[in-house]
Every structure is written in structure tokens, then in C-alpha cells.
T-cell receptor, first 116, second 116 residues
Framework: GAVVSQHPSWVICKSGTSVKIECRSL??????MFWYRQFPKQSLMLMAT?????????EQGVEKDKFLINHASLTLSTLTVTSAHPEDSSFYIC????????????FGAGTRLSVL | AQSVTQLDSQVPVFEEAPVELRCNYS??????LFWYVQYPNQGLQLLLK??????LVKGINGFEAEFNKSQTSFHLRKPSVHISDTAEYFC??????????????FGGGTRVLVKP
């Protein structure tokens, strides 16, 4: 149980284009989803928290107009990197959790974004 | 606010030897504690968690951790490691109070390299 699917696992795009990453909870309803960014050999940096049907809450320093987050249902959240640039190249990871039960987050497998 | 310190950034260990990964945290409120493992180019997998009750927690793959409130520590141990345990390990905490949401604060990670 508690499986989170993230797609795509790897994407290459040209500078200036937009990329959408999907995060799905396959066997549970996720009241909250999180988006993280991870630089090589570093820990995870929380970008934003999203609750179903509400606007995402972005962490300080994260551009909300650049990293668009949509959480339209209890099983799906999307992160769109708009007008991507090479400095946006990174490993993006989503997680999902339900209310109660110790605040456990279940993670997707991550998406490696390379912007040329 | 919370912070998590993983004292060792890298831990080389021989196969079948024991390993201990140290984690200390700082928080003004009660927390839940977690250990996650990340294999190369993958998301995070929950190893174990401390929510309440017995301070010795057993997780998957033969790992265990002990919560020590007085020392604010949650060290991870395995009595005999395998080559397949080579990975990055993250300690994390979250605020117990439901109103605070369930954001995770991660440590910097410990890279375990198991040598034959």
C-alpha cells in the first residue's frame, strides 16, 4: 500500500519551454502533496505544499509563477516548470500524505529534468 | 522551527559489519521521527518511524532505531549490512501538532558505502 507514482522519470527539454510533472497516489487519497527539489549529493529542499482544491503554499525563495502547482483531486498533483532554463535542471520529487496517522509522507520515484 | 543534524556525511563499512548512522534533532515542540533511504536516481523509501510507544523501533530490511528524548537523538542501526544497503539515508522530523501540517525537516543525509 501507499504507492506514489511520478511521471515522467526523466525529461529533457529546450530552454524556454514548459515541462509538466505528474504525481499520483495510487492506492490512497492524499489530502496533502509536497514538491521537493534535490541537488546532486544534497538533501531535499521543500518547494511547496499543496492541499486538494486549494492554492499551494510556497516556501520562501521559490517562484510561484515559475513553478506552477495544481492539486485538482485527492490523487493527483502536477508541477509545471514554466519557461525552463538550464539552472532549473534538477531532480524533482513529490510526496503524498493523508491526514492523521503520524504525518507519514510517501514519496514518488523522482523526475530528473535536464534543460538544454 | 526544527533542525536535523546527521553527523556523518559518509560512512564506509564492510559487508556483514554493523553500521550506525547518527541523527540529532532540535525542536521546541514534540515531533515524529523518520528514517528514509534513497537509492541512486530514485525517490525516498520509508525505513521506519517513531510516533509513540516503545523507543526502540524496528523497520524494514533489518534496520532499527532508538529514540532518546533526553539526548534528542534517533540513531539508525543495522547489525550486519549487505552490499544492497549502499544508499543515501535521511533522518527527518515533523511537528506532532496537527495544526502545523506535516512538513518534514530533513537532515543533510548520510551516504553509506558497503564494501565487499
Amino acid at each position: 500500500g501507499a504507492v506514489v507514482s511520478q511521471h515522467p522519470s526523466w525529461v529533457i527539454c529546450k530552454s524556454g519551454t514548459s515541462v509538466k510533472i505528474e504525481c499520483r497516489s495510487l492506492d490512497f487519497q492524499a489530502t496533502t502533496m509536497f514538491w521537493y527539489r534535490q541537488f546532486p549529493k544534497q538533501s531535499l529542499m521543500l518547494m511547496a505544499t499543496s492541499n486538494e482544491g486549494s492554492k499551494a503554499t510556497y516556501e520562501q525563495g521559490v517562484e510561484k509563477d515559475k513553478f506552477l502547482i495544481n492539486h485538482a483531486s485527492l490523487t493527483l498533483s502536477t508541477l509545471t516548470v514554466t519557461s525552463a532554463h538550464p539552472e532549473d535542471s534538477s531532480f524533482y520529487i513529490c510526496s503524498a500524505s493523508t491526514s492523521g496517522g503520524g504525518n507519514i509522507q510517501y514519496f514518488g520515484a523522482g523526475t530528473r529534468l535536464s534543460v538544454l | 522551527a526544527q533542525s536535523v543534524t546527521q553527523l556523518d556525511s559518509q560512512v564506509p563499512v564492510f559487508e556483514e559489519a554493523p553500521v550506525e548512522l547518527r541523527c540529532n534533532y532540535s525542536s521546541s515542540v514534540s515531533v515524529y521521527l523518520f528514517w528514509y533511504v534513497q537509492y541512486p536516481n530514485q525517490g525516498l523509501q520509508l525505513l521506519l518511524k517513531y510516533l509513540s510507544g516503545s523507543t526502540l523501533v524496528k523497520g524494514i530490511n533489518g534496520f532499527e532505531a532508538e529514540f532518546n528524548k533526553s539526548q534528542t537523538s534517533f540513531h539508525l542501526r543495522k547489525p550486519s549490512v549487505h552490499i544492497s544497503d549502499t544508499a543515501e539515508y535521511f533522518c527527518a522530523v515533523s511537528d506532532r501538532a496537527a495544526a502545523a501540517g506535516n512538513k518534514l525537516t530533513f537532515g543533510g543525509g548520510t551516504r553509506v558505502l558497503v564494501k565487499p
